[in-house]
């Protein structure tokens, strides 16, 4: 008798084995297939970070609203260069209204004189106003970069939700492949009389901790999609839109040092830093400028004019006005220009600042998630796998007892599920360190 369980144990483990063989395949298989093949109609469209990064940037309404805040900033460029108003002056009098010792003759002393006039602005205050327009421009642009950067860590956050969704979603989905078969042989062993009926009954109602995690995966899948479409205010039905990419970690990491290097030319908000020391530099010229006097020229032209030339009928004239800057020089702004020159060095210094201490802090970040993966790779998941197939094999030969091969079961659950949120963990790290940097150094 005891040989005859033995032998339906060695069938049914055999039997074990090539389902699981066959399952591995067959998912790698159709993962190749899905690669290569083109989406059918109604089939998930599948984006890769690239594509889901370009589509971010053409359709997100938050982004593309600041955008137009750069487009405002070159208008004002054009009013800047802008050069003053002349003025135009018509002037008629000397209309006789009302009889005089009887004498009217109402248009006899009337004269016309039409009159130009322009301010002239010196000290180059025109280009010192385009340069500063110019400047903010540059500050706008920088602007836009530093709030891209942010969102795209928000964007990439999001996709990495996504991923590791995915990874645990297929981690459920094998364990309970896996336990559905441990339950099959289970009850192929009950009807043989090998197990008892409170063990069957034990091992099925496990089963519903396996169903759970599904349900959970599934779920979370769920809501990753949902704040990824959000991002890229898309209207693409749920069941069509899926992501794709590696998920895994890079063993590799550049030395700090040069991560630093890269964040002090790459970070925007350091860039604009800068520019707005140039542009309060520019800005305190212009106060200076503007402190100077500005001549307005005029002239004009006279017809029937009184003055002591009797046939002076048809007269020029000429003037110029100069301002008395006697009280007002521009003594305020110059001062308040040249104090904002400070506070924006005193800024960028704590950019530049703000800056390492981001990278410096986030290299740490990433060096540690990468300390408890690689003894994940290299020895845990391979320990996990062999101590529960080994437990599974024990118990089914009586070796083990059923809290034995439980536990088993559950410490392999457990760790896979830890290197799964790690590998997550460690991705969304390093899009933190890319954001620090300013640019993807970690793919």
């Given at each position: 008798m005891e040989s005859f369980h033995r032998r339906k144990f060695w069938r049914c483990w055999g039997a074990l084995v090539v389902v699981l063989g066959a399952g591995a395949s067959l998912a790698?298989?159709?993962?190749?297939?899905?690669?290569?093949?083109?989406?059918?109609?109604?089939?998930?469209?599948?984006?890769?970070?690239?594509?889901?990064?370009?589509?971010?940037?053409?359709?997100?309404?938050?982004?593309?609203?600041?955008?137009?805040?750069?487009?405002?900033?070159?208008?004002?460029?054009?009013?800047?260069?802008?050069?003053?108003?002349?003025?135009?002056?018509?002037?008629?009098?000397g209309t006789q209204i009302a009889p005089d010792h009887g004498v009217w003759r109402p248009f006899a002393g009337t004269f016309e004189s039409p009159a130009?006039?322009?301010?002239?602005?010196?000290?180059?205050?025109?280009?010192?106003?385009?340069e500063s327009a110019k400047k903010a421009t540059l500050i706008a642009i920088s602007s836009h970069a530093d709030m891209q950067r942010t969102m795209l860590f928000t964007l990439r956050s999001a996709f990495v939700s996504a991923l590791e969704a995915k990874a645990v979603l297929q981690l459920a989905k094998d364990n309970l492949v896996y336990y559905d078969e441990v339950l099959r042989i289970s009850r192929d062993r009950f009807g043989a009389g090998d197990i008892a009926q409170i063990d069957l009954d034990r091992l099925e109602l496990q089963r519903v901790q396996y169903e759970s995690d599904l349900q959970s995966a599934e779920e979370n899948l769920e809501d990753a999609k949902i704040q990824l479409r959000t991002l890229l205010n898309s209207r693409i039905p749920l069941e069509e839109f899926d992501v794709a990419g590696i998920y895994d970690f890079n063993d590799q990491l550049m030395p700090q040092e040069e991560f630093r290097k890269i964040a002090m030319d790459?970070?925007?908000?350091?860039?604009?830093?800068?520019?707005?020391?140039?542009?309060?530099?520019?800005?305190?010229?212009?106060?200076?400028?503007?402190?100077?006097?500005?001549?307005?020229?005029?002239?004009?032209?006279?017809?029937?004019?009184?003055?002591?030339?009797?046939?002076?009928?048809?007269?020029?004239?000429?003037?110029?006005?100069?301002?008395?800057?006697?009280?007002?020089?521009?003594q305020g702004?110059?001062?308040?220009?040249?104090?904002?020159?400070?506070?924006?060095?005193?800024?960028?210094?704590?950019?530049?600042?703000?800056?390492?201490?981001?990278?410096?802090?986030?290299?740490?970040?990433?060096?540690?998630?990468?300390?408890?993966?690689?003894?994940?790779?290299?020895?845990?998941?391979?320990?996990?796998?062999?101590?529960?197939?080994?437990?599974?094999?024990?118990?089914?030969?009586?070796?083990?007892?059923?809290?034995?091969?439980?536990?088993?079961q559950s410490e392999y659950r457990s760790v896979q599920l830890n290197y799964v949120n790690l590998v997550g963990s460690y991705l969304t790290a390093a899009a933190q360190l890319n954001m620090a940097v300013g640019r993807e150094v970690i793919q």
């Open positions: 790698a298989a159709q993962s190749e297939l899905q690669r290569t093949q083109p989406p059918t109609h109604g089939a998930p469209q599948v984006w890769t970070w690239e594509q889901v990064k370009e589509r971010f940037q053409l359709d997100n309404p938050t982004l593309l609203a600041d955008k137009v805040s750069i487009d405002e900033s070159r208008a004002q460029e054009i009013t800047a260069f802008l050069r003053p108003n002349p003025n135009l002056t018509l002037t008629v009098d130009i006039s322009f301010l002239q602005e010196r000290q180059h205050k025109r280009q010192l106003r385009l790459s970070r925007p908000d350091l860039k604009a830093a800068i520019e707005s020391v140039d542009k309060a530099k520019t800005d305190h010229k212009l106060a200076v400028a503007n402190g100077s006097t500005d001549p307005t020229w005029s002239a004009w032209y006279t017809h029937n004019s009184s003055n002591n030339n009797p046939f002076g009928i048809n007269t020029l004239g000429l003037s110029a006005s100069f301002p008395l800057r006697i009280f007002d020089r521009n702004e110059k001062l308040r220009t040249q104090l904002d020159i400070t506070r924006n060095e005193r800024l960028r210094d704590a950019a530049e600042a703000g800056v390492l201490s981001d990278v410096d802090s986030d290299y740490a970040t990433v060096e540690s998630d990468l300390i408890l993966l690689r003894p994940y790779k290299a020895k845990y998941l391979q320990q996990a796998v062999r101590v529960r197939d080994t437990i599974t094999f024990s118990y089914q030969h009586g070796g083990a007892s059923l809290l034995d091969f439980l536990n088993a």
